[in-house]
């Protein structure tokens, strides 16, 4: 369940028309990661904290989290807190930019914490910039103390809007199929954590073969595919309520549901004598409406951000390549050109790219084309990787690999990986099983 948070801006010393002397470029790919200092955050009124919240020692946790936030990213290096010569509560109300620039700091992160008369966690933090000596960002925020976490991933995504110009992804969460025993016999579980890895919770028992599941544009909901007595079924979990509803039954097989960008349908590709093609379901009516009619595999499909147009993939050339057409099925057009066998399409938030798996000379890569096929660029190559899901801002992909195993499966493994779209900073998540098939929500705090 998405704890809420009530989230109160305070620009302290900074209007919207002061810029940063300090700023990222994200779109030069290796780039030299900003040297950053984030010093532990210090208590206001130490009384007012129960032996409950000292025992979370969110002056230390909370700093922490945004360091890896930040270091995960690629973009940013932060220094060892060993190295800092001004105490937290000074460098908050006034730091001394020299003793900053003397550890070769860019910019600077500060915090206070406090606990008000309702209980509350207040959390107030500081972006400085230590080049021009002046600070660039402040904010405040209101919670309950349990909820730290997610006040840390909201001060990341402020200090990376801040500096980088684009929205950050930090207050997300990932959905993914959790994997445990034998390739033979593999138990597959939906799980659910934060896009850290942190507070994982498995959302289903393990009895039922679970694939593919997708977040639905508020995160709320989760729809994927299940196999009921080996008949496979489209399902919807409200994941704030545990509610689970059985969309549909299908006599054949169905394949990666997912919701249209308004969230009222759901499109899947649906296999009937032998032949797979692509559908919706209004969700409210259960109307199915069928999209392509062609003898040739057309599946996977992914609507584009604005829901005028799809892209999935097909064999109707003889090999499986990707196309687009509009959403009422006209208009289908091939846009993928390169040698190998193309998958696993999805559009970019952005609406600027479209990921995809590509098969060629036995490796499998993740890679990102233009919406029209142009610009294809090849991210990261394996054994077996497939299954990219966007971050919300668009500017990273989440994917799973396999390690190569013995003749019955012994010793592979399934993990998720991350990688910025300029192909660098490949980050592996960790998750408690091995993993697979994931999707990345949008912003929990919009």
């Known amino acids: 369940m998405v704890k809420k948070i009530l989230v109160t801006l305070?620009?302290?010393?900074?209007?919207?028309?002061?810029?940063?002397?300090?700023?990222?470029?994200?779109?030069?790919?290796?780039?030299?990661?900003?040297?950053?200092?984030?010093?532990?955050f210090y208590i206001d009124n130490p009384e007012k904290f129960s032996e409950k919240i000292k025992s979370l020692k969110l002056e230390e946790n909370l700093p922490k989290v945004i360091k890896g936030n930040l270091m995960r990213s690629g973009l940013f290096y932060v220094l060892d807190n060993k190295s800092y010569i001004q105490q937290p509560k000074l460098s908050h109300l006034k730091p001394r930019f020299?003793?900053?620039?003397?550890?070769?700091?860019?910019?600077?992160?500060?915090?206070?914490?406090?606990?008000?008369?309702?209980?509350?966690?207040?959390?107030?933090?500081?972006?400085?910039?230590?080049?021009?000596?002046?600070?660039?960002?402040?904010?405040?925020?209101?919670?309950?103390?349990?909820?730290?976490?997610?006040?840390?991933?909201?001060?990341?995504?402020?200090?990376?809007?801040?500096?980088?110009?684009e929205e950050g992804y930090f207050d997300t969460r990932i959905i993914y199929v959790a994997e445990s025993g034998p390739k033979t016999q593999r138990e597959k579980k939906l799980a659910i954590m934060d896009q850290d890895g942190a507070n994982n919770k498995f959302l289903t028992l393990g009895n039922e073969l679970v694939l593919t599941p997708r977040f639905s544009p508020n995160g709320k909901m989760v729809t994927y595919m299940s196999y009921f007595k080996n008949l496979p079924r489209v399902y919807l979990l409200n994941i704030e309520t545990g509610i689970q509803e059985v969309v549909g039954d299908f006599p054949g097989m169905t394949f990666?549901?997912?919701?249209?960008?308004?969230?009222?349908?759901?499109?899947?590709?649906?296999?009937?004598?032998?032949?797979?093609?692509?559908?919706?379901?209004?969700?409210?009516?259960?109307?199915?409406?069928?999209?392509?009619?062609?003898?040739?595999?057309?599946?996977?499909?992914?609507?584009?951000?604005?829901?005028?147009?799809?892209?999935?993939?097909?064999?109707?050339?003889?090999?499986?390549?990707?196309?687009?057409?509009?959403?009422?099925?006209?208009?289908?057009?091939?846009?993928?050109?390169?040698?190998?066998l193309y998958g696993t399409p999805v559009w970019s938030p952005r609406g600027d790219l479209i990921a995809f798996t590509k098969i060629h000379k036995g490796k499998f890569y993740i890679g990102v084309m233009r919406t029209d096929g142009t610009g294809e660029r090849l991210l990261t190559q394996n054994f077996y990787q497939e299954a990219p899901s966007w971050s919300p801002n668009g500017r990273v992909l989440i994917f799973y690999r396999e390690?190569?195993?013995?003749?019955?499966?012994?010793?592979?493994?399934?993990?998720?990986?991350?990688?910025?779209?300029?192909?660098?900073?490949?980050?592996?998540?960790?998750?408690?099983?091995?993993?697979?098939?994931?999707?990345?929500?949008?912003?929990?705090?919009?």
């Open 256 to 340: 990666a549901p997912r919701f249209s960008p308004d969230g009222r349908k759901i499109i899947m590709s649906f296999a009937r004598d032998g032949n797979s093609d692509i559908y919706t379901m209004d969700i409210e009516s259960r109307r199915v409406e069928q999209i392509t009619s062609n003898p040739a595999i057309d599946t996977s499909p992914s609507f584009s951000p604005d829901g005028r147009f799809i892209v999935f993939n097909s064999d109707r050339s003889g090999l499986q390549q990707i196309y687009t057409m509009r959403s009422d099925g006209r208009g289908v057009k091939r846009i993928s050109r390169g040698k190998g």
């Open 403 to 446: 390690t190569a195993g013995g003749k019955k499966g012994q010793g592979s493994s399934a993990k998720l990986w991350a990688i910025d779209i300029t192909g660098y900073n490949e980050v592996k998540i960790k998750t408690p099983t091995d993993a697979s098939d994931p999707s990345w929500s949008g912003l929990l705090s919009k």
């Open 10 to 40: 305070f620009l302290i010393l900074f209007t919207s028309k002061s810029f940063a002397v300090v700023t990222i470029d994200i779109t030069r790919g290796n780039l030299e990661p900003l040297p950053t200092a984030i010093s532990n």
């Open 98 to 165: 020299e003793d900053w620039r003397l550890i070769k700091a860019q910019i600077m992160v500060s915090g206070k914490l406090r606990i008000d008369d309702k209980g509350r966690l207040r959390v107030e933090f500081r972006l400085w910039d230590v080049v021009s000596a002046k600070e660039i960002e402040g904010l405040a925020l209101f919670a309950t103390p349990s909820s730290w976490r997610r006040i840390a991933h909201i001060i990341s995504d402020k200090i990376y809007q801040r500096l980088t110009g």
